[in-house]
């Protein structure tokens, strides 16, 4: 799993790269403008052109990440061959094959100078035509295929992966001049079916790339890109309920607040996100709704469900299809698996901002106003939602309060602990046997702690310390967009993490 800080991010450099030439192989032309927070994904892209071997990459991720922004931008309009897979869901079932097989062919027709075939029947001949198309061009130069949905495109029954497999083993791998750049949403079909396929692709893919949502900094640097004066802490609300994905951060009209933005996107008849919740996870999974029904389950606790937990709540008996379903799920980025300290059981959490802000303030009510995020500013159910939004910024964030608490070199576990009387928001057991206890608070001014803080953070320590080695170290930190107030009852506390430091990378 991605989250946690288990990627490192580094701060991109501004500037733009007019020409590429990579020796041999292939002139990109097109002006490659400066891309937030994807400068790293872009070389990867890019080195692979370098190669004298056959490459297939893989880029992966959640849905509106910008996966296929990311490999638009970086080749520009020199793709040898580029073509889209056609959603399912807008396709009557029996229609689904000869559908996608016309639109491969009408993508051919596109490329490949005097082609007018007819539509193959099936997907051998699809791609036996690619390859006869991709004969026909430049061997000095680096073809770059980018197949993009391709889990659309491998509908039940279709054949559509025995056909890529053998057109990438019987003929594309052996061409030293063929890149093939595989995307989708469907981050779960991608991941058992090439990733993880231990039949005919079984070590095929030279490179997988799973991008990650922006953080904190990222968003901020895409707003200012867009000459949008958003403060921080206007950003950090916004974080709560998009995350990282940068399409919806696109959707912000820059001339309007937060505020404004989410009544419009979420709230107007016509807002452009008022039915994201199903749609994203309709492009995901085919059938989603099991996929919805563990969702809903594991909403009702915020620090997650066990297994056995999950499955008394869902009703069901246990099988390999729910662990199979909570793979996938975590796959894509949806929820989260962790062993709380102390315990032996995965539990399973919702980690997407976005369905978590759907579960709290729109799933289930009807004829909400087009200015219901305005009115709700400042009631207390919002109060307490953005203070468990907050505890899931600072976990995706953890490389950032990490490097704020100084001990990033410092090999460690990131977890969460919870018990019958109480839990702890954010730890980190650490190599140097220490554990860092980290208490989240939400407020919109320094914190101050009182006696009943400082009662409940003994307590935990002591639960703590029947868990791990008696020569543990303890370090208390408090996490809050401005600090905490010095006290009487702040004594435990050694260090603190604020809103600012968050943004640092």
């Known amino acids: 799993m991605r989250l946690f800080g288990q990627i490192e991010y580094k701060t991109p450099t501004f500037g733009q790269i007019d020409v590429l030439i990579w020796p041999k192989f292939y002139i990109f032309a097109k002006k490659v403008t400066h891309m937030i927070g994807r400068e790293k994904e872009k070389k990867e892209l890019l080195r692979y052109t370098e190669s004298k071997e056959a ?8 849905r509106r990440v910008g996966k296929t922004y990311l490999i638009k ?6 793709f040898a061959f580029y073509h889209t897979g056609l959603s399912p869901v807008d396709i009557p079932k029996t229609n689904i094959l000869r559908a996608q097989l016309h639109h ?13 075939g007819e539509d193959p029947k099936e997907w051998l001949d699809a791609f036996y035509l690619l390859r006869d198309y991709l004969k026909e061009l430049p061997k000095d130069k680096k073809q770059v295929v980018f197949i993009d949905e391709m889990p659309w495109m491998a509908t039940p029954r279709s054949g559509f992966i025995t056909a890529f497999e053998a057109f990438w083993n019987g003929w594309a ?16 079909w991608i991941v058992d079916n090439l990733l993880n396929n231990y039949g005919g692709l079984y070590g095929r893919v030279s490179h997988r790339l799973f991008l990650n949502p922006f953080t904190l900094k990222q968003c901020e640097e895409y707003e200012q890109e867009r000459n949008s004066l958003r403060s921080r802490d206007e950003i950090l609300r916004g974080y709560m309920i998009f995350g990282g994905i940068p399409y919806y951060w696109k959707q912000l009209d820059p001339e309007l607040s937060l505020v404004q933005n989410v009544d419009n996107l979420f709230f ?7 039915n994201e919740f199903e749609s994203l996870y309709a492009s995901a999974f085919r059938n989603h709704k099991k996929y919805v ?8 606790k915020k620090s997650g469900l066990s297994r056995d937990e999950l499955i008394k709540e869902l009703k069901i008996k246990s099988s390999g299809n729910l662990s199979k379903a909570l793979k996938d799920l975590e796959d894509s980025a949806f929820i989260y698996s962790y062993v709380p300290a102390g315990q032996k059981e995965y539990v399973y959490m919702i980690t997407d901002f976005l369905t978590l802000f759907h579960f709290e303030f729109i799933e289930g009510k009807k004829d909400l106003s087009p200015e219901y995020w305005s009115g709700l500013q400042e009631k207390t159910k919002l109060n307490n939602w953005q203070g468990l939004a907050f505890e899931l910024v600072c976990m995706v964030h953890a490389n950032q309060i990490k490097h704020a608490l ?41 914190y101050e702690l009182t006696a009943s803080d400082d009662l409940s953070i003994r307590r935990r320590i002591s639960e703590l310390k029947k868990i791990f080695k008696s020569n543990t170290s303890y370090k208390i930190t408090f996490i809050a967009p401005y600090g905490i107030k010095k006290g009487i009852n702040s004594s435990l506390v050694k260090s603190q993490v604020t809103l600012d430091q968050l943004f640092e990378m």
């Open 406 to 446: 100084q001990f990033a070199s410092v090999q460690s576990t990131t977890s969460l602990y919870r018990s019958a009387s109480s839990q702890i928001d954010l730890l980190f057991i650490r190599n140097d046997k220490t554990v860092s206890i980290c208490e989240i608070k939400y407020v919109q001014e320094p």
């Open 104 to 116: 491969f062919n009408q993508s051919l027709k596109n490329y490949w100078q005097g082609y007018d």
């Open 173 to 188: 791998s052996t061409q030293n001049n063929i890149y093939v750049i595989v995307c989708g949403s469907a981050t779960s």
């Open 73 to 78: 931008e970086t080749f520009g309009n020199s």
């Open 293 to 300: 029904k563990i969702i809903e389950a594991l909403k009702k």
């Open 268 to 274: 107007h008849p016509n807002g452009a996100l008022r």
């Open 55 to 62: 490459e297939l990459v893989v880029v992966y991720g959640r």
